[in-house]
T-cell receptor, first 116, second 112 residues
Framework: AQTVTQSQPEMSVQEAETVTLSCTYD???????LFWYKQPPSRQMILVIR??????QNATENRFSVNFQKAAKSFSLKISDSQLGDTAMYFC?????????????FGTGTRLTIIP | DTEVTQTPKHLVMGMTNKKSLKCEQH?????MYWYKQKAKKPPELMFV???????INESVPSRFSPECPNSSLLNLHLHALQPEDSALYLC???????????FGPGTRLLVL
């Protein structure tokens, strides 16, 4: 079974600063995807970024980037130039690419508040 | 377009009522999902449909009954729910199983 751990229940940062959210996971699978989703107060779950385990290059999407360390089973999210709209709950998620078992496992989330 | 729509946005029902939640996507995705999310918790998978067939049922009580009438539509029929079933119900879809899931805005359900 897979587990996803987010050790920071809450974080806050000043607007325009950079913040890094941590995520570690445990799996025996060799082929998988990792995701960061954000869930603002509106409660819609929004995809932030995806990383394929077979890719060594870290994924980036505009102000969002990841630090993927496969051997350490670590997958952190960096948000640069943080904006008020980044205030949300952030979930790290893992999905094995194992036919019949492609279930998304979420961490417990990190509540991020951007302070004006 | 990565839009998944859900109706209604909010639903209040009594324990003897029968109601349905609806989820729709027009992205040509062939996998659709129902999740339940309690406050301050991550989503929990309930059901997975793949090519309109139920492929995963996470031991969900029979008072929740999913239905996939066509490749664009996923329903969740509710009957004789309990107050502890009050939660946000999220629908998601993906091009196929094992691909990125896109979520709808959810239905907030309150069972009285």
């Amino acid at each position: 079974a897979q587990t996803v751990t987010q050790s920071q229940p809450e974080m806050s940062v000043q607007e325009a600063e950079t913040v890094t959210l941590s995520c570690t996971y445990d799996t025996s699978e060799s082929n998988y995807y990792l995701f960061w989703y954000k869930q603002p107060p509106s409660r819609q779950m929004i995809l932030v970024i995806r990383q394929e385990a077979y890719k060594q290059q870290n994924a980036t999407e505009n102000r969002f980037s990841v630090n993927f360390q496969k051997a350490a089973k670590s997958f952190s999210l960096k948000i640069s130039d943080s904006q008020l709209g980044d205030t949300a709950m952030y979930f790290c998620a893992f999905m094995p690419l194992n036919f019949g078992n492609e279930k998304l496992t979420f961490g417990t989330g990190t509540r991020l508040t951007i302070i004006p | 377009d990565t839009e998944v729509t859900q109706t209604p946005k909010h639903l209040v029902m009594g324990m003897t009522n029968k109601k349905s939640l609806k989820c729709e996507q027009h992205m040509g995705h062939r996998a659709m999902y129902w999740y339940k999310q309690k406050a301050k918790k991550p989503p929990e998978l309930m059901f997975v449909y793949s090519y309109e067939k139920l492929s995963i049922n996470e031991s969900v009580p029979s008072r929740f009954s999913p239905e996939c009438p066509n490749s664009s539509l996923l329903n969740l029929h509710l009957h004789a729910l309990q107050p502890e079933d009050s939660a946000l119900y999220l629908c998601a879809s993906s091009p196929d199983r094992g691909e990125t899931q896109y979520f709808g805005p959810g239905t907030r359900l309150l069972v009285l």
